[in-house]
């Protein structure tokens, strides 16, 4: 409709122009001549700039595109979120979208970019990609407790899904050139996350994922593991229309190269694909089944502790499981007590009775946390406020200030929890910790409280997000309505 409105205007305009000719004396058609001369074509970056909006197609998966706690986030959303800054425009964002229908929003011109987990592919020809910017590695997931596959030989005979479309069948299909034998399911309609979900359920017997994902993913399925690396590396790229000019792709490729040479990119991978060993695989395990058999009779406190003081119910959570496990009668070697483990003085200054009763431990814990939260300093943004807050709780407020403060001497920025949190380990150090203002203080300890505890969060935020799309996805398979089409790959005859 825009571009059709922009035709319609040059039309009249050139009637206009016309008209206005033969009318003017011929002295003056020189002038006129200069004035009216068309403009240069717009190009496509220019077309982004002038309606001052980028259209993003995407997928909403953990590794691309989904909303968090604090809003929209993913590896992809952060990565096209900076390009639509470095452009000084706003973003439009479609996510819901398989991989096939992205690259046809593409290649038919209704978006700008595609970028959902896209490999590059030169053979299609209605789309252009953009450099590469990572590298995917297609492997193996099982389940735990059968015979784990150590080669190609090892998967015949075996339930193999994978993602139509995502890069892994095309592995595949190279694969079975050599093994004949090999064949797989593949389908549209699910992501990552399902076949691992699958594969846990004993739908699958294994499936074919990058490795990246799986490492994003494996600690909401405790009992899948990795088996085998397969094939060759394929890579990530964005997708461009292959019609269009090429402005807004050489634009793109120059923010890629930018971000590879100044090291953001390799910052952005290791901050969403780098923390494969944050909660090893027992402490996952044993946390998913504590939630799945204890959680639901706390709930309710920690939702009604969270309206009242603004968290969110599944940090609080968190926060509940890291300190007790979810036991109101825990108690410490050094007098701590109750669900939330509160000191006497804690619970003194939050007027909680007893520390052993579970709604008044999680009542006085939040509104402790929310007492906290507001005496960081105003000039710490979001979500670095809730971490430290949350090493706040751990260690206290005073050794908090003296880890800002050694950031402040080493040159960090002391308002940058990653900066924050690497200061820590030095107030075990009697050459750092003699000279602050609190003294020694366990602060490796109060890393890793806060490490487990966003992870616990992201274990609970993922499982309320995908809850829905999992319960549907059995009622439609359950009633025939709408099931995924999972497509088999037969062996090579």
């Known amino acids: 409709m825009h571009r059709h409105l922009l035709r319609t205007t040059r039309q009249i305009a050139g009637l206009v122009v016309a008209l206005l000719l033969l009318l003017t004396p011929a002295r003056a058609i020189s002038t006129w001549s200069a004035a009216l001369m068309p403009m240069a074509s717009p190009t496509t970056l220019s077309d982004v700039k002038q309606r001052d909006f980028l259209e993003i197609a995407t997928r909403n998966t953990p590794a691309t595109f989904y909303e968090g706690r604090q809003g929209p986030t993913g590896f992809e959303f952060e990565l096209f979120r900076r390009f639509a800054d470095e452009l000084g425009v706003s973003l439009a964002v479609e996510d819901d979208q398989h991989i096939s229908d992205v690259l046809d929003n593409v290649a038919n011109g209704r978006t700008d970019i595609g970028a959902a987990g896209l490999v590059l592919d030169r053979q299609h020809q209605d789309v252009t990609y953009s450099q590469p910017i990572m590298s995917m590695q297609p492997m193996v997931a099982y389940r735990r407790g059968t015979p784990a596959p150590k080669t190609i ?227 710490v943004a979001e979500p670095d406020r809730t971490w430290m807050t949350l090493a706040a709780y751990n260690l206290g407020l005073g050794h908090l200030y003296d880890a800002r403060r050694l950031a402040r001497l080493q040159g960090h920025d002391p308002d940058q929890w990653d900066s924050v949190r690497q200061m820590l380990p030095l107030l075990q150090e009697s050459s750092w910790y003699n000279r602050v203002e609190h003294g020694f203080a366990r602060g490796s300890v109060a890393a890793l409280y806060v490490r487990n505890i966003k992870r616990y969060e992201e274990i609970l935020n993922w499982v309320e997000r995908s809850q829905h799309q999992f319960s549907s996805l059995a009622r439609a398979t359950a009633s025939n309505t709408n099931p995924p089409v999972f497509e088999t790959v037969p062996p090579v005859p």
Do not use: C
């Not at 499981?321 to 483990?341: C, F, I, N, R």
């Not at 200054?349 to 007492?371: C, F, K, T």
């Open 153 to 379: 030989k090892d998967l015949d005979g075996l339930d193999i899904g994978t993602v139509a479309g995502a890069g892994t069948s095309r592995v595949l299909h190279e694969l079975q050139r050599a093994h004949p034998t090999l064949t797989w399911r593949e389908s549209p309609d699910l992501e990552t996350t399902d076949l691992l979900a699958m594969v846990e359920s004993g739908e699958l017997d294994a499936a074919v994922v990058y490795a990246h994902e799986f490492k994003l993913s494996r600690l909401f399925f405790p009992d899948v593991a990795r088996a085998l690396t397969i094939g060759n590396p394929v890579t990530l790229a964005w997708a461009f229309p292959a019609h269009t000019d090429p402005s807004l792709v050489e634009r793109a490729n120059d923010f890629i190269d930018r971000m590879r040479s100044t090291g953001d990119l390799a910052l952005l991978t290791q901050k969403y694909f780098g923390h494969d060993d944050y909660l090893e695989y027992v402490g996952a395990r044993r946390f998913i089944a504590q939630a799945r058999s204890n959680l639901d009779q706390w709930m309710p406190d920690f939702k009604r502790a969270a309206g009242d003081t603004g968290f969110d119910w599944k940090l609080l959570a968190a926060v509940g499981y890291q300190e007790s496990h979810w036991e109101p009668d825990a108690v410490s070697p050094t007098g701590v007590k109750g669900l939330m483990m509160l000191t006497r003085a804690t619970a003194s200054h939050m007027d909680v009775d007893d520390r052993e009763d579970p709604q008044q431990s999680i009542d006085g814990g939040a509104r402790y946390l929310r007492y906290l939260h507001d005496r960081i300093p105003e000039d």
